[in-house]
T-cell receptor
Framework: KAGVTQTPRYLIKTRGQQVTLSCSPI?????VSWYQQTPGQGLQFLFE???????NKGNFPGRFSGRQFSNSRSEMNVSTLELGDSALYLC???????????FGPGTRLTVT | AQSVTQLDSQVPVFEEAPVELRCNYS??????LFWYVQYPNQGLQLLLKYLSGSTLVESINGFEAEFNKSQTSFHLRKPSVHISDTAEYFCAVSDRAGGGNKLTFGTGTQLKVEL
């Protein structure tokens, strides 16, 4: 079974631009969560989607948003990029009623 | 709200020596506990988990962790480490009653195995 895939793997954007990251969960997994990893703040939860609905949300500004499609694939969008948004963005998926999350390789976003 | 404390940011150890990576958590509700490992330029891999039942849980590659409710700890141990165990290890908790999946992570412990 294929693992969680994330595209693109690397991205360079300029301050003020917006970016969209994509995540394809493991087949059969309907929950998709997003995390931001930085050297300063560590791993922080962004949000979780289940059956196309946001089920949990972390403490990030409204510039960070996401959505989930009917095939469980998810995207997250960051608008008006700031230098501090430079991070590794990790996506994780899990089966229904399971607390085990399986992570993708991440998208490395650099904002210049 | 929950929090996870990993007191040791770095742990150097010689190959074949035992190691313990410490994890303490704080929560007002019952939690699930996890250890994840991250190799350079990769995502997180689930190493082991405590959901219920036996408080001692083991992974397939020789790691074990023990849930201690009275001390709110979930320390990770391995009796004999290998060079390939060099990686960053994260302890995480998930709220049992919160519904959905939201992991709160510790700051990580870099395990460096030396010859």
């Amino acid at each position: 079974k294929a693992g969680v895939t994330q595209t693109p793997r690397y991205l360079i954007k300029t301050r003020g631009q917006q970016v969209t990251l994509s995540c394809s969960p493991i087949s059969g997994h309907r929950s998709v969560s997003w995390y931001q990893q930085t050297p300063g703040q560590g791993l922080q939860f962004l949000f979780e989607y289940f059956s196309e609905t946001q089920r949990n949300k972390g403490n990030f500004p409204g510039r960070f948003s996401g959505r989930q499609f009917s095939n469980s694939r998810s995207e997250m969008n960051v608008s008006t990029l700031e230098l501090g948004d430079s991070a590794l963005y990790l996506c994780a998926s899990s089966r229904d009623n399971s607390y085990e999350q399986y992570f993708g390789p991440g998208t490395r976003l650099t904002v210049t | 709200a929950q929090s996870v404390t990993q007191l040791d940011s770095q742990v150097p150890v010689f190959e074949e020596a035992p190691v313990e990576l410490r994890c303490n958590y704080s929560s007002s509700v019952s939690v699930y506990l996890f250890w994840y490992v991250q190799y350079p330029n990769q995502g997180l891999q689930l190493l082991l988990k405590y959901l219920s039942g036996s408080t001692l849980v083991e992974s397939i590659n020789g790691f074990e962790a023990e849930f201690n409710k009275s001390q709110t700890s979930f320390h990770l141990r391995k009796p004999s480490v290998h060079i390939s165990d060099t990686a960053e290890y994260f302890c995480a908790v998930s709220d049992r009653a919160g519904g959905g999946n939201k992991l709160t992570f510790g700051t990580g412990t870099q395990l460096k195995v030396e010859l």
